[in-house]
């Protein structure tokens, strides 16, 4: 009863001695990642070198706050990547952070799963997604895009993405304009196609269509209904 009497006591020394050695490395990285908060530092599985995570992008700093890792830890008894585990959080936690009212969605009845897909207006792929997109909704997975032109800004394929959000009609506006429709109504601003760019850049998105499933993953490319779906529900949690 001793023994268990001191558990939460000794799990609140443990973390306030984390958080101590997060605010040193903070403070040593502080000249060179003013940026990097201490919350963003933890402990890994290797003794002495520490998590560091910025936005969706994760990597590692030794305890004296000299060396910076990037690179993927490998739990060589489960065969597990670590790294990719804890990648996959920070990417779900970026995009949950734009938020639906952002995004454009299309949504079953009953949603067993949920894909995020940068899609360009252009993109052949990124058509024959869409133009399944019954075969998704009828197997539960909703489906969130985030705008991605390959082409950047300023350019045919950036106005299109800009014009279907500024549609009255948003689902029915990025379906027309994939069948190849030219939308007459204006740009708009403001509007969040940057926003999905920069956040398709941050998350080292190099082409369309790419998919992050329900549990982070990154899935590059086209992937037909029935392989997509069975990555769904065999994925780890993220």
């Known amino acids: 009863m001793r023994l268990l009497a001191l558990i939460p006591a000794l799990l609140i020394a443990l973390a306030a001695q984390a958080t101590g050695e997060a605010e040193s490395i903070q403070k040593e990285l502080a000249r060179t990642l003013p940026e990097v908060r201490a919350d963003q530092i933890r402990p890994s599985p290797i003794p002495?070198?520490?998590?560091?995570?910025?936005?969706?992008?994760?990597?590692?700093?030794?305890?004296?706050?000299?060396?910076?890792l990037r690179g993927d830890i490998i739990d060589l008894s489960s065969n597990v990547n670590v790294t990719e585990q804890r990648r996959s959080g920070a990417r779900l936690a970026a995009i949950n952070e734009v938020g639906d009212g952002r995004m454009i969605v299309f949504s079953p009845?009953?949603?067993?799963?949920?894909?995020t897909v940068f899609t360009d207006i252009d993109c052949g792929y990124c058509r024959k997604l869409h133009r399944e997109m019954?075969?998704?909704?009828?197997?539960?997975?909703?489906?969130?895009?985030?705008?991605?032109?390959?082409?950047?800004?300023?350019?045919?394929?950036?106005?299109?993405?800009?014009?279907?959000?500024?549609?009255?009609n948003r689902n029915d506006a990025i379906t027309r304009s994939k069948r190849g429709e030219v939308l007459s109504g204006p740009a708009c601003n403001p509007n969040p196609v940057q926003q999905h760019y920069s956040l398709g850049i941050e998350l080292g998105v190099q082409g369309t269509p790419a998919i992050i499933t329900d549990s982070g993953e990154l899935v590059p490319g086209y992937v037909p209904v029935e392989e997509l779906a069975g990555i769904l529900e065999n994925a780890r949690p993220g």
């Open 48 to 68: 002495g070198l520490f998590e560091l995570r910025l936005g969706p992008q994760v990597a590692y700093v030794s305890a004296d706050g000299k060396y910076l």
């Open 134 to 168: 019954d075969q998704y909704l009828d197997r539960g997975i909703r489906v969130r895009y985030l705008f991605f032109p390959r082409s950047g800004p300023k350019t045919e394929s950036w106005t299109k993405a800009e014009q279907v959000w500024c549609a009255k």
């Open 109 to 115: 009845r009953q949603v067993k799963h949920t894909i």
